[in-house]
């Protein structure tokens, strides 16, 4: 049998446990502390729920799973064939939070507290080709807010998003924001057809890996309009993509409004602290956005950290009226990657120390070790091995911080640091 996780998960050390549980713990005490209330949801979806949730490209990357049993032999006695083999599955793993968020408040509204404010911080699953940054198995860290439509509800998720970054370390960063509502206006005015707008806003969602050419280059390629795609290059390469220019050349001032309404709120609370920044070519890849997006790039380590948005017609699929919603989610697997490539501590960090005894001080050994729980420390008990030097140096890898030798009394012997 194999011995190696699957490709796309990993198994954690306890030392690494240890710094993932101080970091979840810290984000969720800030969650918590802004008044965020946690909930927990099945990983296991009806597959119908994932495949209607407009989830984009993630619809391509669920982990179906198969029916059992009776509905498992009729499906294949019906002659199922790759080309329809949702026939073949029945349920799925949840892609990420907010489907399963969606269904769990249509299924418990009555309930609520209205808004609701809620905390999610969990795994989630997508068939992904593994590699550097994308995993099969992840946590994420959300935090959303259901039925509020105003604005204030944004602002409250990126000021409680940035805090819960602060508290893990995570200072160098600039929040950036933009509006589909806005996005799809700007597209439309160049010449793009209504019914193409969700794939140009793909495309150009890559602005920053494939550039200028790249994206026009893909445009051409979908086939679009030689005319909108041309207004677009125009566009983009005058490099004017400031909000207020934005808003003069639509007639829907609304959008744009809202987003000055997010970023100058944020800077008056923080004082400036952070960029808050207007970005035309932030998209995010979910279908279900339907208005405001944000994400947290990191200026030190280059990269998204943290992402979310409104979607307020993701929760009518479940009860048939407008339900409105937003969220901010972390990626949490990101910052720990991060923060373990350059030497994570934790403060205040109880102390480990190992009580090592032969098999007749037991008795001892509980009593010296109960001993140091009282103080504070967290203590293990041990049979003395033979190779002692070989096993202290593993417990200093593992990261304790000391050992107690029973036979030579009480006293703790500290690993120098």
Request: contains cysteine.
């Given at each position: 049998m194999k011995v190696t996780s699957v490709k796309g998960t990993n198994d954690y050390l306890p030392n690494e446990v240890e710094i993932r549980d101080y970091l979840q713990n810290q984000i969720l005490s800030v969650y918590k502390a802004n008044g965020f209330e946690h909930i927990t949801t099945p990983i296991l979806e009806d597959i119908e729920n994932l495949d209607k949730s407009d989830g984009g490209e993630n619809l391509n990357l669920i982990f179906k799973i198969m029916k059992r049993g009776d509905k498992l032999d009729k499906a294949l006695e019906s002659g199922v064939t790759s080309a329809n083999e949702n026939e073949l599955a029945d349920m799925g793993l949840r892609y990420d939070l907010t489907l399963p968020l969606s269904r769990y408040y249509a299924n418990n509204k009555d309930k609520l507290t209205i808004p609701m404010k809620c905390i999610q911080m969990d795994r989630v699953y997508r068939a992904e080709r593994p590699q550097k940054g994308r995993l099969r198995e992840f946590v994420q860290c959300d935090i959303d807010i259901i039925g509020s439509d105003s604005t204030d509800s944004e602002i409250e998720l990126i000021l409680t998003t940035t805090k819960a970054l602060d508290a893990i370390g995570m200072k160098n960063y600039k929040v950036k924001v933009n509006d589909r509502r806005l996005l799809r206006a700007v597209l439309s005015s160049f010449g793009f057809e209504d019914k193409d707008l969700d794939s140009v806003c793909i495309t150009f969602d890559k602005m920053d890996k494939i550039g200028l050419e790249g994206v026009t280059e893909e445009l051409?390629?979908?086939?679009?309009?030689?005319?909108?795609?041309?207004?677009?290059?125009?566009?983009?390469?005058?490099?004017?993509?400031?909000?207020?220019?934005?808003?003069?050349?639509?007639?829907?001032?609304?959008?744009a409004d809202s987003l000055i309404h997010i970023i100058d709120s944020v800077n008056e609370i923080t004082g400036n602290a952070y960029d808050v920044v207007f970005d035309l070519s932030l998209v995010r890849g979910q279908g279900y956005y339907t208005g405001t997006v944000f994400e947290v790039e990191s200026i030190d380590f280059k990269g998204a950290i943290a992402g979310g948005g409104r979607y307020d017609n993701l929760i009518g699929k479940f009860l048939n009226e407008n339900v409105p919603a937003v969220g901010f989610s972390i990626g949490f697997e990101r910052i720990f990657s991060i923060l373990m490539e350059h030497g994570i501590s934790i403060p205040d960090r109880e102390k480990k120390v190992a009580v090592m005894y032969d098999s007749e001080n037991l008795v001892k050994a509980v009593r010296i070790a109960d001993g140091l729980r009282e103080q504070g420390c967290a203590a293990s008990l041990y049979v003395k091995p033979k190779k002692l030097g070989k096993f202290l140096n593993k417990l200093e890898e593992r990261a304790y911080d000391g050992f107690v030798n029973v036979e030579n009394g009480p006293e703790v012997s500290w690993f120098e640091k």
């Amino acid at each position: 049998m194999k011995v190696t996780s699957v490709k796309g998960t990993n198994d954690y050390l306890p030392n690494e446990v240890e710094i993932r549980d101080y970091l979840q713990n810290q984000i969720l005490s800030v969650y918590k502390a802004n008044g965020f209330e946690h909930i927990t949801t099945p990983i296991l979806e009806d597959i119908e729920n994932l495949d209607k949730s407009d989830g984009g490209e993630n619809l391509n990357l669920i982990f179906k799973i198969m029916k059992r049993g009776d509905k498992l032999d009729k499906a294949l006695e019906s002659g199922v064939t790759s080309a329809n083999e949702n026939e073949l599955a029945d349920m799925g793993l949840r892609y990420d939070l907010t489907l399963p968020l969606s269904r769990y408040y249509a299924n418990n509204k009555d309930k609520l507290t209205i808004p609701m404010k809620c905390i999610q911080m969990d795994r989630v699953y997508r068939a992904e080709r593994p590699q550097k940054g994308r995993l099969r198995e992840f946590v994420q860290c959300d935090i959303d807010i259901i039925g509020s439509d105003s604005t204030d509800s944004e602002i409250e998720l990126i000021l409680t998003t940035t805090k819960a970054l602060d508290a893990i370390g995570m200072k160098n960063y600039k929040v950036k924001v933009n509006d589909r509502r806005l996005l799809r206006a700007v597209l439309s005015s160049f010449g793009f057809e209504d019914k193409d707008l969700d794939s140009v806003c793909i495309t150009f969602d890559k602005m920053d890996k494939i550039g200028l050419e790249g994206v026009t280059e893909e445009l051409n390629e979908k086939g679009f309009s030689d005319t909108a795609v041309n207004n677009f290059k125009v566009f983009l390469s005058k490099q004017d993509f400031s909000l207020t220019s934005i808003r003069d050349m639509l007639d829907d001032k609304e959008p744009a409004d809202s987003l000055i309404h997010i970023i100058d709120s944020v800077n008056e609370i923080t004082g400036n602290a952070y960029d808050v920044v207007f970005d035309l070519s932030l998209v995010r890849g979910q279908g279900y956005y339907t208005g405001t997006v944000f994400e947290v790039e990191s200026i030190d380590f280059k990269g998204a950290i943290a992402g979310g948005g409104r979607y307020d017609n993701l929760i009518g699929k479940f009860l048939n009226e407008n339900v409105p919603a937003v969220g901010f989610s972390i990626g949490f697997e990101r910052i720990f990657s991060i923060l373990m490539e350059h030497g994570i501590s934790i403060p205040d960090r109880e102390k480990k120390v190992a009580v090592m005894y032969d098999s007749e001080n037991l008795v001892k050994a509980v009593r010296i070790a109960d001993g140091l729980r009282e103080q504070g420390c967290a203590a293990s008990l041990y049979v003395k091995p033979k190779k002692l030097g070989k096993f202290l140096n593993k417990l200093e890898e593992r990261a304790y911080d000391g050992f107690v030798n029973v036979e030579n009394g009480p006293e703790v012997s500290w690993f120098e640091k």
